[in-house]
């Protein structure tokens, strides 16, 4: 660390710390700390995500988000990155029962929320993906603009830009307690000794929680949840490269093209304590029997490769933003609960206007705030 004294220090160099530092250096506030204690950035969750923008969610605050998240993916600042953001591989969310009824009733006003959507017939949807199993099948909803989001690419260009701005970053540097005075936040002790900042920032991915604990803010009760993905072959005879992401929410199972072949989730969402997640045996097996069941023709042979992340959800699934009402100076930005990177065009914005103004006009903050939780 250069100094020992900044405007703002932000826990955690995932997708969230590394956003807000550059929307807060696009703002003008230069003095900020952000600390990681991987000696990496994007370690845990960030670096572990299925990566894709997904302008579909029944949570209307969260679908908000998205859609302007998917807005600056699409369209970011000039020289913000060398590649382009995403990649508009298409998202197919395949519908049975009432999610297909409630699909069609909700899709006029998505679209008119501005997210590009077309409803499919049943049919329509086994041509595009002739594999599924008809019997899971009433219809679909493709977001043709939604797919692939090139996270590494995203994650350093947020680095980039903020330490263009002045903002320093620092791995290999846990922090050890959020130090607080006259009823204030202060600054933070680390390993690398004591920092001073009126302002500390709660990025802290599935560890936001224990974080929030030991400073003394508002008890909220987040949830790190592991999320269990799998790479596997797919048959020799059938191109699956151009095909989008699959997802079946009432089948619990999304798969994809990866790397010549395809990846799997089994949309699992166990419970756990902040660590660094490992796959669980039972998750593997269950996504590749949901993968044999609803594509029967996909049944995995051999895994490739499996690995897992963690979720961390708010008791509402909304994101937590915004200063503590019981510990002033102590910010939350945590319980992305998934959605992390493809809303972090939108969220790093708003919780830089937080700081800065106490105030933003891009969102009802309210929604975010966590003094939902005090009462």
């Known amino acids: 660390m250069r100094q020992r004294s900044y405007d703002v220090v932000i826990i955690g160099g995932g997708i969230a710390g590394a956003s807000l530092a550059y929307f807060l250096a696009a703002r003008g506030v230069r003095d900020v700390l952000l600390l990681e204690r991987e000696t990496q950035p994007g370690y845990h969750s960030t670096g572990r995500s299925a990566a894709v923008a997904v302008e579909w969610d029944p949570v209307p605050a969260l679908q908000a988000l998205k859609v302007q ?30 999610l297909w009824r409630a699909a069609q009733a909700i899709a006029p006003a998505l679209a008119a929320g501005g997210t590009t959507i077309e409803l499919l017939s049943a049919a329509d949807v086994l041509t595009r993906i002739p594999v599924l199993a008809p019997e899971f099948v009433e219809g679909g909803v493709l977001l043709p603009a939604d797919g692939h989001i090139e996270v590494h690419e995203l994650l350093w260009s947020y680095l980039r830009g903020a330490a263009q701005g002045g903002a320093e970053r620092c791995c290999g540097v846990s922090v050890r307690a959020v130090r607080t005075e006259g009823g204030r936040v202060s600054g933070v002790s680390t ?21 929030a604990a030991a400073a003394g803010a508002t008890p909220i009760p987040l949830s790190p949840c592991r999320r269990t993905i799998i790479t596997f072959d797919a048959p020799p005879d059938l191109d699956v490269s151009g095909w989008p992401l699959v997802e079946h929410d009432a089948q619990q199972l999304y798969f994809a093209p990866e790397s010549g072949g395809l990846f799997a989730s089994p949309m699992d969402e166990e419970p756990l304590a902040p660590c660094d997640a490992t796959a669980d045996e039972l998750a593997i097996a269950t996504a590749a029997d949901r993968v044999a069941r609803v594509a029967p023709r996909l049944a995995p042979r051999r895994i490739r490769r499996a690995w897992a992340g963690l979720r961390t959800f708010a008791p509402d699934r909304v994101l937590v933003v915004g200063e503590d009402p019981r510990l002033p100076g102590f910010f939350w930005l945590a319980g992305h609960g998934g959605c992390g990177i493809e809303t972090s065009g939108a969220v790093g914005p708003i919780a830089a206007d937080l700081l800065v103004d106490g105030r933003t006009t891009r969102f009802d903050a309210s929604l975010l705030s966590p003094a939902r939780f005090a009462g």
């Open 69 to 98: 998240g998917a807005a600056f993916l699409r369209q970011p600042p000039p020289d913000f990155a060398a590649t382009p953001l995403l990649i508009p591989t298409g998202i197919l969310v395949v519908c049975e029962g009432p």
């Open 191 to 211: 390993s690398a000794g004591d920092v001073d900042a009126p302002w500390v920032v709660d990025a802290a991915g599935a560890w936001a929680g224990v974080v």
